[in-house]
């Protein structure tokens, strides 16, 4: 059954949940912050620089990752339908598990 072709999404996303906040409040702790301010002109610049900074460290500790998700393999099977299949299937749940049964 070849009529749909599936077609494949790059997602990137960080998985926020594996970083060890210990190792990475341990890297922060270990910037030098006058020095960071020192290199700063205006505000401007030293936001900059600390995004810089933070972003490394982010990346460092939870790099990006890229999955491959594909489309729906049934464009027909839309939201609305699967809501009523679930309401079906609940339905036949409760007869089945009704032991009053009157057919």
Known sequence: M???KRQRKAISSRKMRNLHSDKFLS???QINWKRLVDLSDNVSTAVN???NLLS???EKHAPLRTMFV???VAPWLTT???KLAR???KLKTAV???SHLSL
């Open 2 to 4: 070849g009529f749909f």
């Open 27 to 29: 890297d922060i702790s």
């Open 96 to 98: 089945v598990n009704t």
């Open 56 to 58: 490394t460290f982010i």
């Open 49 to 51: 620089n600390l995004t």
């Open 87 to 89: 309401s079906r299937d």
């Open 80 to 82: 609305e339908l699967k």
């Open 70 to 72: 594909s489309d729906k």
